[in-house]
């Protein structure tokens, strides 16, 4: 083999470890994690981030010094519900409001659907759910902006090779 299939080998290896196509890796998960948690930080916010694999099963969980003991479990039922789900917590809000056709779904799996806002499904290039995102620690204005963040920062990342 010659350097330029060599180079062109590990980068492709490379960049499938960081940016999967398939399901989350930690490593991908890390770096997104510490995105989120610099922006949470930026805007005063003690934050826990969560992060699924595929199967809705955690990946990670970080904890921002002082958040909320509330907000660990909180953080993860939002990556597991976008999963679950295959919408944001804030679009199934909406359809979990009164007289909608999702009215109640909060009480069920365990109680472990969450209807507020601060959760986002994450991507690979093909737009196939690859994991979960669930930020909790601020307001549910605050948790919606960080998690959109975090979708908006991982899917750049994964389209254009770097986040």
Do not use: W
Request: proline share 2%; charged share 25%.
């Amino acid at each position: 083999m010659n350097d330029q299939v060599i180079k062109e080998t590990v980068d492709r290896i490379v960049d499938e470890f960081i940016h999967p196509t398939e399901d989350m890796t930690l490593t991908a998960a890390q770096r997104l994690a510490d995105r989120v948690k610099k922006k949470a930080k930026e805007m005063g916010v003690n934050a826990v981030v969560a992060i699924t694999n595929k199967a809705a099963r955690p990946v990670l969980v970080e904890c921002m010094d002082d958040s909320y003991f509330a907000s660990y479990d909180i953080a993860l039922n939002k990556a597991y519900t976008v999963v679950s789900l295959k919408m944001t917590t804030s679009q199934l809000s909406e359809l979990a409001q009164p007289g909608r056709s999702l009215y109640g779904i909060q009480f069920t799996n365990g109680g472990k659907i969450v209807i507020f806002g601060g959760g986002e499904p994450l991507r690979n290039r093909d737009g196939k759910i690859i994991g979960g995102l669930g930020v909790s620690g601020g307001s549910e204005e605050q948790d919606t902006a960080l998690a959109k963040y975090g979708r908006e920062i991982f899917e750049k990342g994964c389209n254009h090779n770097g986040y």
